[in-house]
């Protein structure tokens, strides 16, 4: 069973930077596809980047140039590097994981993720 666990959220002020971090385990890193996904209150959740088993990875129009996302297969580890936060980065947070391929334009999409962690809380103050 696939369990993913996610750490490092905060609250920090506008223009500062936390990395996220999604623990993994139960899983072949090499055969998933992993992202990071983010819900306010009183909005839909929503992509904000992913990286497939080859290492390509994808960002939402709303988080490229401020946001990196990487991970260490051999830890079974998965990071999200947010630097110059905004108030509208405020969200709590999900690692996800998708077993298998997938093309890039569905690397963002929360329905072709099958494993979730339980979230943390992010919150930029302005």
């Known amino acids: 069973q696939v369990q993913l666990v996610e750490s490092g959220g905060g609250l920090v002020q506008a223009g500062g930077s936390l990395r996220l971090s999604c623990a993994a385990s139960g899983y072949t890193a090499i055969s998933y596809c992993m992202g990071w996904f983010r819900q306010a209150p009183g909005k839909e959740r929503e992509g904000v980047a992913a990286?497939?088993?080859?290492?390509?990875?994808r960002y939402a129009d709303s988080v490229k140039g401020r946001f990196t996302i990487s991970k260490d297969d051999a830890n079974n580890t998965l990071y999200l590097q947010m630097n110059n936060l905004k108030p509208e980065d405020t969200a709590m947070y999900y690692c996800a994981a998708h077993k298998g391929i997938l093309g890039w334009w569905l690397l963002l999409r929360s329905t072709n993720y099958n494993y979730w962690g339980q979230g943390t809380q992010v919150t930029v103050s302005s």
């Open positions: 990286i497939d088993s080859d290492g390509i990875t």
